[in-house]
């Protein structure tokens, strides 16, 4: 049984930082391609950070150079550090474990950004 545990979510001034752990069972982080998403209210969930197993990086254009995602094998856990947090990245953050066209999904962690 696959699970993926999500946290680290809270709220965060402007220009804070955060770092998002997803804590995987059932399933090998460094044999999946590994993502976060978010999903804002009213909005659709979109892509945000990609680690692929031969751990190239993708990132989504409005985060690039802010946000970093990291594997720890070792904890079999996903990580994303996000830095200068802005008002618009409030959102529920949720990790995503694919292969094969198979996904699994995380129950989501809410960051808020706010003064």
């Known amino acids: 049984q696959v699970q993926l545990v999500e946290s680290g979510g809270g709220l965060v001034q402007p220009r804070g930082s955060l770092r998002l752990s997803c804590a995987a069972s059932g399933l090998t982080v460094s044999s999946y391609r590994m993502s976060w998403y978010r999903q804002a209210p009213g909005k659709e969930r979109e892509s945000v950070a990609i680690?692929?197993?031969?751990?190239?990086?993708s990132y989504a254009d409005s985060v690039l150079g802010r946000f970093t995602i990291t594997r720890g094998n070792a904890k079999n856990t996903v990580y994303l550090q996000m830095n200068n947090m802005k008002s618009e990245n409030t959102a529920g953050y949720y990790c995503?474990?694919?292969?094969?066209?198979?996904?699994?999904w995380g129950q989501g962690t809410q960051v808020t950004v706010s003064s």
């Open positions: 680690k692929r197993i031969d751990g190239r990086t």
């Open positions: 995503n474990g694919e292969t094969g066209g198979t996904n699994y």
